[in-house]
């Protein structure tokens, strides 16, 4: 994430704002608990997980759907940010060991690599709208649940 990080800021383009938001973005991300991303949020929050989402409903009703210990060695690497004003975006890779229930799936041990894609909206120095999609196919492929094959 350093990389990420030296190439915002020594961009010359970007107002002062864009670099508090683009930090305010990576503090969320890098948070270790739901209740330590809610310090970087509007009251309500409720971000938009296309992708995921469509797991979801997959899962049986009474199946636990994602935590912490899903993944539990999770680690992200940064790929792109792009920032504008009030929006940030960027992509990231999503590296871990499936060790804990996954949407009903049962822990496989297997290793994970996942893209995903994120769109933040800032207001007053907190994340107001965001919206990621994940590559939910990789993912399934990755645990055993969908055959790989040629497309």
């Known amino acids: 994430m350093t990389a990420i990080l030296d190439a915002v800021r020594d961009d010359p383009t970007l107002t002062e704002q864009e670099r508090a938001n683009v930090a305010l973005v990576l503090k969320f991300r890098t948070a270790s608990s739901l ?16 992708g995921m989402a469509n797991l979801f409903e997959t899962k049986p009703l009474d199946a636990p759907g994602y935590s912490a210990g899903s993944i539990p060695d999770r680690q992200e690497e940064f790929l792109d940010i792009i920032v504008r004003g009030n929006r940030v975006w960027a992509s990231w890779l999503v590296r871990g060991t ?9 822990p496989t041990g297997r290793q994970v690599e996942v893209l995903e894609v994120g769109q933040w909206r800032i207001q007053n120095g907190l994340i107001a709208e965001a ?21």
């Open 131 to 151: 919206w990621f999609f994940v590559d939910e196919l990789a993912l399934l492929r990755q645990i055993g649940q969908w055959p790989v094959g040629d497309l």
């Open 98 to 106: 499936h060790l804990g229930p996954l949407l009903g799936i049962a």
């Open 35 to 50: 209740e330590e991303r809610r310090r970087y949020t509007v009251p309500g929050f409720k971000p938009s997980r296309i």
